[in-house]
């Protein structure tokens, strides 16, 4: 696959402006242009140049800042905790991922993933138990009914083995049996205000209870983090990001 230069300038560009800066609320991510639109190609736009498309959250409670490298190149610089970084395309299908801390000559987590043409992905660094960390690369499956909303849930707290999702007033679980290391995908929900409540598998114990209004034709992401790490216990947190959907899926919008 092929890129010309300057596309790859302007993305690196892009993704060096938006990959700064520490959010201190618990809303939900947006990053959108003066018109609405995602600040970033569309899929059209990314497959007729042979590239796909990637954005990361830090989902890491401690450590500073995140860098990552995608083979010779680096990708997300400085990405602070709980920070969505607008989406770069990716000129090979095949890529080396390379997650750093605030060491820059050390690398913490590492992955290897198959890159479609056209599509996008969000990458995740999470915790794991004992003060590990990982790198996840989830396919970005936007398709949506313009009647409902759309809910996934990433499963990144450390020391917590597998979870059940439910929402508030509808019966049995939307999602049961979570693990960290398993994508349990979309599921459609329906439109307006509700709680999003996670326990523990075979307990009961509720870890979380996040309060979310769902609007019809947007695909949210819910990444639980936090747990226990080595000698401490840290409060679980939410980390929502919400991706409008249009009728033609060419446009994101993040808030």
Do not use: W
């Not at 092929?2 to 700064?20: E, F, G, I, M």
């Not at 639109?37 to 796909?52: D, I």
């Not at 060491?103 to 987590?109: E, H």
């Not at 205000?193 to 009961?204: E, F, L, N, W």
């Amino acid at each position: 696959m092929r890129t010309s230069l300057l596309a790859l300038s302007l993305a690196a560009a892009a993704s060096a402006a938006a990959c700064k800066g520490e959010r201190a609320d618990d809303t939900a991510v947006q990053t959108t242009t003066a018109d609405g639109k995602l600040a970033s190609p569309s899929e059209a736009t990314a497959e007729m140049r042979g590239t796909s498309l990637v954005r990361m959250i830090n989902a890491l409670p401690a450590g500073g800042g995140a860098t990552v490298n995608a083979d010779d190149r680096e990708l997300f610089s400085s990405v602070d905790y709980r920070t969505v970084t607008p989406y770069t395309e990716i000129k090979d299908n095949f890529s080396r991922f390379r997650l750093q801390g605030t060491s820059l000559d050390t690398t913490i987590a590492s992955n290897n993933e198959i890159m479609l043409d056209g599509s996008r992905y969000t990458m995740l660094a999470l915790p794991e138990k004992e003060g590990g960390v990982r790198l996840r690369v989830l396919h970005d499956d936007f398709d949506t009914d313009s009647t409902k909303a759309r809910l996934r849930v990433v499963h990144g707290l450390s020391g917590i083995g597998e979870i059940d999702v439910a929402l508030l007033g509808r019966d049995g679980d939307l999602f049961d049996n979570v693990n960290p290391t398993s994508d349990a995908g979309f599921q459609d929900v329906d439109s307006g205000a509700t709680s999003v409540i996670v326990k523990v598998d075979g307990s009961g114990k509720q870890l979380i209870k996040k309060e979310m209004r769902f609007e019809r034709g947007h695909a949210y992401t819910l990444v639980l983090t936090g747990g226990s790490t080595i000698g401490r216990a840290q409060r679980v947190e939410a980390i929502v990001v919400d991706d409008k959907v249009s009728t033609t899926n060419a446009n994101r919008t993040m808030r």
